[in-house]
Each structure stands twice: as C-alpha cells, then as structure tokens.
C-alpha cells in the first residue's frame, strides 16, 4: 500500500488533475444530474469534501503563519512593493475592462430576468464600514466565520507583540504553522479526487450548454481576464523583476490557477499558494503576510467584472461613456473590487455601485447582477482563477526584484529542487 502511495506521489500533481479533470467531464456527460437521479451522484461529495477541508484548515493556517512570519520578520522592503502590484494591477485590469467594452460593446435582454435575492451595498461608505468593522471584529469569531480581515487584523497585531518575546516562544508559533503546512499537503494530495467530484457536478447539472449562455458577454469577460493573465499582468512583472515573466505566470496559472477555477474560491485556495510559494523557495515570512492578504485585496478579475457589468447595463440604456468617466468608473471599480471579500456575494453585488455612477436605477442593476449569476459558472471560475493565482505572481516579482538587486539571478530550474 506505502509504494502505490508512494508511485501515486511520483506523478506530478498537475497531470493527476488532468487526468480526473477529463473523466470528470465526460462521466457529467454521460451521467447527467440536472434531476438528481445520476447513478453516481455521490461522486460530487469528493468536491465538497475538497472545497470543505481547504476552508476549514484556511483560516487557522493563515492566523498562525502571520503570527509566525511576523515573530520572526526581518524587514526586505517586499511587502510595500507587493502592496503597490496589488493595488495597480487591479486598477490595471479595470482598465483593460473598459477598452474592451468600448471595442466590443455589449447589450443585455434584461427583462424577465430574475433579480439577485441578496441585498447589494448601497454605496461605497457601506462597502467601507464593512470592511473596518470585519477588521476589528472577535478574533474567535473571525477564526470561526473565516473573516480574513479580522484574521489578519489580529494575526499582525500577535505577530508584531511577539517580536519581543523570546526564541523559544517564537519557535512555538513556528512550529504549530509548519505542522498546520504539513497538513495542508496532506489535503492537497487529494486535489485531483476533489477537482474530479467539482468537475462532475458543474457538467452533470449544468449541461455542455452552460458554456454557451450569454456567449458574447462571456468572451469579453474571459478575453478581458485572459489579457490581463498573459499581457498586462507579465509586463508588471518584467519590469519589476527585471525577467522573462513567462516561466512565473504559466507556473503560477497552472499550479494556482487551475485549482482556483474549480473551487471558485480565494480563500480555499491559500493553502494551495502557499505551497506553491514554497515550492519557488520564496521568503516564508513575506508570504506568510502577502498571501492572505491578496486573497482580500487583490481582485483584479473582480475589477473586470464590475467595469464589463456595469458598461453593459450603460450601453444596453444608451448611456454614453467618455473617456473620464470611463476613468472614474476604473477607480470605482478597483477600489469596490477591493472590498469584495468583505461583501456577502463577492464581486456580482458590488455591480449596482459602478452602475450608480451613470444613474442607472438599481432595479436595473439588479437584473444585471442576475445574468452575472447565471454565467457565474464561468465567471466566477475564471475570476478566481485571475485573483488567486497573481497573489503568487506579484509576491514572487517583489522577491526576485530584491534578488536582482542583490546580484542574484532567479533560475526556474531550481524551483522545485
């Protein structure tokens, strides 16, 4: 039993997923589920198992490992340039979003389109106070909720006491964030049996005929989220690394990335970056602070759905944008995708904000966040996808730019070494 476990090992990660991924599709075909009478519907409790164990060992994982890294943190200037990468990449994106609806201008059937049943914030103030109030909520409550601001709040605050505590009790925190990395692995050792049971259920009950719905409005959001991934995002990070950004951005999307479009969630995928982070050999103490997080402020697939949702709903009304509007629409968008972890629904209800910019009623707005919710299987995947993975994008860029810096080149040969 050790040596198939051990053979099972062997074969890298990537290509186990493939592999389940592709039976996981075709079984969906094969085996639909849309009333529920799929054979092998229990297949599907091996996604939530997946999704439910990563959630779980989160947010515990990341109170610890910033306790730890900050005990122990010895200052390189990293944090302050991946700050200014997640803030500019997601105004960045905003950007991008709003060339490509000028360029392929979209309008919506709005009517008879069922409105989100969540109440959506009601301006920016809102979306602020929720923030500033998760910041300084219980620190048991946020362990208990996953409220990563409140995690984080409280992580720094322990992190930056401790640092006056003596080595033997740094070495405990240290510890306990290694055993919690430990068995962080031994959940993702699972992940091709959990991407095989998420893959399952979204064919099986969704149909081949998702993918199709809602086609032009789809290719703008993914077109818009694949050129931020592979053009604007690999440029920030050849000029602040000084490198081929390639090697980085395709690891990053294939190891990151692929795993965050099936579970459709940032938080779940921290421990998932940060193995990734420690497989690039990556400063423990900086992505112990920087993961988490950008998992919070590093939205910029949210930008883009907001900036494309919200210039659709413009243009299905005849509402002319110019370009400083479009520009003011940017900022909007990056500083609400900001604050889309803290909103209950993510980045779909922060729409009617970006909408009340060009007066747009919010019943409108509304119907509008409807369609995102019905091409959500893809948007939202995709998304996730685009957030997560530039977490390990960018905390990698700010530590191979102090390395050049430093007289070092960044060799990927060695990354898994």
């Known amino acids: 039993m050790k040596a198939l476990w051990n053979k099972w090992n062997d074969i890298s990660l990537i290509k186990r ?67 200014i990468m997640y803030v500019f990449g997601t105004f960045i994106s905003a950007i991008v979003a709003v060339i490509a609806s000028q360029l392929f201008p979209i309008e919506l059937t709005l009517s008879g389109v069922e409105a989100a049943e969540k109440a959506a914030p009601s301006g920016i103030t809102e979306v602020l106070e929720t923030l500033l109030m998760n910041v300084v909520a219980n ?39 290694d055993a919690i990395a430990t068995v962080v692995r031994w959940i993702i050792s699972f992940a091709p049996f959990g991407i095989f049971g998420l893959v399952y259920d979204a064919v099986s009950t969704n149909g081949i005929e998702i993918f199709t719905e809602y086609g032009l409005l789809l290719a703008v959001l993914v077109g818009c989220m694949f050129f931020v991934a592979l053009v604007a995002y690999p440029i920030m990070i050849g000029v602040i690394a000084k490198m081929n950004p390639y090697p980085l951005v395709l690891r990053c999307l294939r190891e990151s990335g692929l795993t965050a479009f099936f579970t459709r969630s940032s938080a779940a995928n921290i421990p998932v970056n940060m193995t990734l982070c420690q497989k690039l050999h990556l400063n423990k103490d900086t992505y112990g602070v920087s993961i988490p997080l950008g998992a919070t402020i590093n939205m910029g697939g949210a930008a ?114």
């Open 139 to 177: 620190p048991v409550d946020s362990l208990a909720n996953a409220n990563y601001l409140g995690i984080l709040a409280w992580g720094i605050l322990i992190g930056v006491a401790l640092r006056a505590a003596t080595e033997a009790t740094k070495a405990v925190f240290t510890n306990i964030s």
């Open 304 to 417: 883009v759905t907001i900036t494309v949702m919200a210039l659709a709903a413009a243009n299905t009304l005849s509402i002319s944008v110019d370009i400083p509007t479009a520009v003011i629409l940017s900022v909007l968008a990056a500083v609400s995708a900001c604050g889309a972890s803290g909103v209950a629904g993510g980045s779909l209800l922060l729409i009617p904000l970006a909408c009340s910019l060009f007066g747009i009623p919010n019943d409108i707005a509304m119907q509008v966040v409807g369609v995102g919710f019905i091409i959500g299987v893809i948007q939202d995947s995709c998304e996730t996808a685009l957030n997560s993975a530039s977490d390990v994008m960018f905390t990698a860029a700010s530590e191979f730019r102090n390395m050049a810096k430093a007289g070092q080149t960044v060799d990927p040969k060695m990354w898994d070494k």
């Open 17 to 83: 997923i493939l592999v389940f991924l592709i039976i996981g599709v075709i079984l969906g075909v094969i085996f639909p589920n849309m009333d529920g009478t799929s054979p092998i519907a229990g297949i599907t409790i091996l996604g939530s198992l997946f999704v439910g164990a990563l959630k779980a060992v989160a947010p515990i994982l990341v109170f610890f490992l910033v306790i730890a890294a900050l005990a122990n943190a010895h200052a390189d200037g990293s944090m302050k340039t991946i700050i």
